[in-house]
């Protein structure tokens, strides 16, 4: 919680890619040979950063671990940065490279359509590469969060040519989830936390709930999720979020949870 001055960082945009409003900058540092990614919320030129994504990436971060499910981890930082000359006081998430030494990554989408054989669907695809349980745990992640930006370059493929090792990535990048389109406590009274809004995925359709269908392991979660577990879940972001949204967010979660696991 204790602010640091990140005013050194240079941003780059990355425009949303499931048609957003609003800009997402990416930085990074190499800090004693470790290199460390940085990105903030949803920034507007003239609001300034007005999203709260990076917040949503913790809390998902810690869903996935009582889940026992692998993913990227990311630590929430309170920070001023600089942007266009300007400086913001804000909350963004860091974390470091999931590649190994030697390793080098190419989206999914654009690995399927170098390898896949005619008319195989990106399922069975994946399902061919041994990397079933992998799609079916994110299936059903997304639909828990309901993740809206699942895209081909948002799953990774990590090789190694010298020594002849492929492997797919950590779950990363669950900003655009949860009440992000949310800006106002306004925003969060209205939404319904178990709608199945349109979502940019590459595995199956664009409904989380339907490309529940498609999950053929019988447990995809090591862990469970506990009406005790929102402690945890909402640690020490009281000062970074409002109550409201807290409430509503650990609403959506676990009811979103239930269902899958009474299916």
């Not at 654009?110 to 669907?121: C, D, R, V």
Request: overall charge negative; glycine content about 6%; proline content about 1%.
């Amino acid at each position: 919680m204790e602010k640091q001055n990140l005013t050194y960082l240079n941003w780059s945009h990355v425009r949303s890619s499931s048609g957003t409003a609003g800009t997402f900058l990416k930085s990074e540092s190499n800090i004693a040979g470790e290199k460390i990614y940085y990105k903030l919320s949803n920034y507007d030129p003239v609001k300034g950063i007005i999203g709260h994504e990076c917040v949503n990436e913790i809390i998902v971060d810690r869903l996935l671990t009582i889940l026992g499910v692998e993913h990227l981890h990311y630590e929430l930082i309170h920070a001023d940065v600089e942007i266009e000359g300007k400086i913001h006081e804000t909350y963004l998430c860091a974390s470091k490279d999931f590649k190994q030494r030697g390793e080098s990554k190419i989206a999914l989408d654009n690995y399927y359509m170098a390898n896949a054989l005619k008319e195989e669907s990106h399922y069975d695809f994946c399902k061919r590469m041994n990397w079933q349980k992998y799609i079916d745990t994110m299936l059903a992640v997304d639909y828990i969060i309901l993740n809206r930006d699942r895209h081909g370059a948002n799953i990774e493929v990590l090789r190694n040519a010298r020594a002849h090792t492929i492997r797919i990535a950590p779950l990363f990048d669950h900003g655009l989830s949860l009440m992000y389109s949310c800006l106002s406590e306004e925003d969060v009274a209205k939404f319904d936390v178990l709608a199945d809004k349109k979502c940019n995925n590459f595995i199956g359709g664009y409904s989380c709930y339907e490309n529940l269908q498609l999950i053929q392991t019988k447990d995809v979660f090591s862990g469970k999720l506990k009406e005790t577990d929102k402690a945890v879940i909402l640690d020490g972001l009281t000062s970074v979020m409002s109550e409201v949204f807290m409430e509503k967010i650990w609403k959506m979660i676990y009811e979103r949870y239930e269902i899958y696991e009474n299916l």
